[in-house]
């Protein structure tokens, strides 16, 4: 198992950057692929970026691309998302997860991860 813990967020102004932390704890991270999800407000949780167990392969959800980068850190258990030229419609709670995997393929749906943080929340001002 993994326990995973966010933090960074907060209220920003539109063009804006925040770098979002995933705290592990718990087995090896290099076993696990990594991605980050955001949820707004009556919507669905949506994929924004993920990352394979060693780094090589990230994947982005296209209103992210240019934007957002993912990367992760195994010796420090961290995951991390940089975000960039931050608009409103990023507002949203993130959440960071992982997946016990044995391959390099990233997944880019939420019901392929098996642990979840709690979530923390990004607000956008225009």
């Known amino acids: 198992q993994v326990q995973l813990v966010e933090s960074g967020g907060g209220l920003v102004q539109a063009g804006d950057s925040l770098r979002l932390s995933c705290a ?38 296209d209103s ?29 709670v993130y959440y960071c997860a992982a997946h016990l995997v044995f391959d390099e393929n990233v997944r880019a749906t939420a019901r392929a991860y098996e642990y979840w943080g709690q979530g923390t929340q990004v607000t956008v001002s225009s």
Not at 26 to 43: D, I, N
Request: cysteine-free.
């Open 64 to 92: 992210v691309k240019g934007r957002f980068t993912i990367s992760r850190d195994n010796a420090k258990y961290t995951l991390y998302l940089q975000m960039n030229s931050l608009q409103p419609e990023d507002t949203a």
């Open 24 to 61: 592990a704890s718990g087995r090896t991270l290099s076993m696990y692929v990594m991605g980050w999800f955001r949820q707004a407000p009556g919507k669905e949780r949506e994929f924004v970026a993920g990352i394979s167990r060693s780094g090589v392969l990230t994947n982005y959800a």
